[in-house]
């Protein structure tokens, strides 16, 4: 469902130089930040930068671009 909301313009044009920078569009960049707040809100212990390579690899998972792990030796 989508929604209008009023946002500070100072707020929306540092969101489109974070935008610009990692090729994401202005509504796709706010909507990231709040991805990462709400699990770093969830989760206070976690670091930044494991969040986001959390939503890195479930994103690669979604995609398809990961293999499913095989042992290759013996359980003992």
């Known amino acids: ?35 990462v707040g709400q699990m770093m809100m969830d989760n206070p212990d976690l670091s930044y930068e494991f969040v986001h390579e959390a939503l890195l690899a479930t ?6 671009l990961v293999k499913r792990y095989e042992r290759r030796s013996k359980k003992v």
Request: glycine share 2%.
């Open 1 to 35: 469902m989508a929604v209008s909301v009023r946002l500070d313009d100072e707020f929306v044009q540092h969101a489109r130089v974070h935008a610009e920078a990692e090729s994401r569009s202005v509504p796709k960049q706010i909507e990231y930040w709040a991805k």
């Open 59 to 64: 994103s690669e998972m979604n995609l398809g």
